[in-house]
């Protein structure tokens, strides 16, 4: 099991609502990148996070959006919510400045909207 | 732009073959190569990379990857399944310098016994 631990492991949504997702990096770890998982598919990169600034984006709207704290765990905001937005949502950390470096992953949180 | 396929959806074979899954990218310049495997409902495992050295990279589980520069390939592979192998697969890529890490679709490995 990696240190990276997301909360909550499942929620469920009506259309139109606001979410919130929070993850805790490994120690360590100034990195954070956010990913969406549809089923039966790959994970999709949403944006990374380094000290507190975002530092790169995916093809995602901008109801998509994104902090990190100092203590660099971070959150997920998505707004508007729409039924294709339900996913597993996967947050990564790594050392930050490292290319080469694998991601530590979180468990995830599998978001349901209805 | 980045890019990783894996063309395979699923992939067969009886516990105690050897196994071969298969991925194949694209970047502009030097690729960062991973492989990760993900067990249900769960997040994803790192198994083993390629940065540069060696083509024939050793990982965990007694996995290991072939890179192929003229072939832009990175399979990975496995003397002996296990049943306990039976998970899906993610080749992913990223390229040097870059922040985004690109995977691809996935393969299901399923282990017969």
């Known amino acids: 099991e990696t240190g990276v631990t997301q909360s909550p492991t499942h929620l469920i949504k009506t259309r139109g609502q606001q979410v919130t997702l929070r993850c805790s990096s490994q120690?360590?770890?100034?990195?954070v990148s956010w990913y969406q998982q549809a089923l039966g598919q790959g994970p999709q990169f949403i944006f990374q996070y380094y000290r507190e600034e975002e530092n790169g984006r995916g093809n995602f709207p901008p109801r998509f959006s994104g902090l990190q704290f100092p203590n660099y765990s971070s959150e997920l905001n998505v707004n508007a919510l729409e039924l294709d937005d339900s996913a597993l949502y996967l947050c990564?950390?790594?050392?930050?400045?490292?290319?080469?470096?694998?991601?530590?992953f979180g468990q995830g949180t599998r978001l349901t909207v209805v | 732009a980045q890019s990783v396929a894996q063309p395979e959806d699923q992939v067969n074979v009886a516990e105690g073959n050897p196994l071969t899954v298969k991925c194949t990218y694209s970047?502009?310049?030097?690729?960062?190569l991973f492989w990760y495997v993900q067990y249900p409902n769960r997040g994803l495992q790192f198994l083993l990379k390629?940065?540069?050295?060696?083509?024939l990279v050793k990982g965990s589980y007694g996995f290991e990857a072939e890179f192929n520069k003229s072939q832009t390939s990175f399979h990975l592979k496995k003397p002996s399944a296990l049943v306990s192998d039976s998970a899906l697969y993610f080749c992913?890529?990223?390229?040097?310098?870059?922040?985004?890490?690109?995977f691809g679709a996935g393969t299901r490995l399923f282990v017969k016994a």
């Open positions: 970047v502009s310049g030097n690729p960062y």
């Open positions: 990564a950390s790594t050392p930050g400045g490292s290319w080469n470096t694998e991601a530590f």
């Open positions: 992913a890529v990223r390229d040097e310098g870059g922040f985004k890490t690109i």
């Open positions: 390629y940065i540069t050295g060696d083509n």
């Open positions: 120690s360590g770890h100034n990195t």
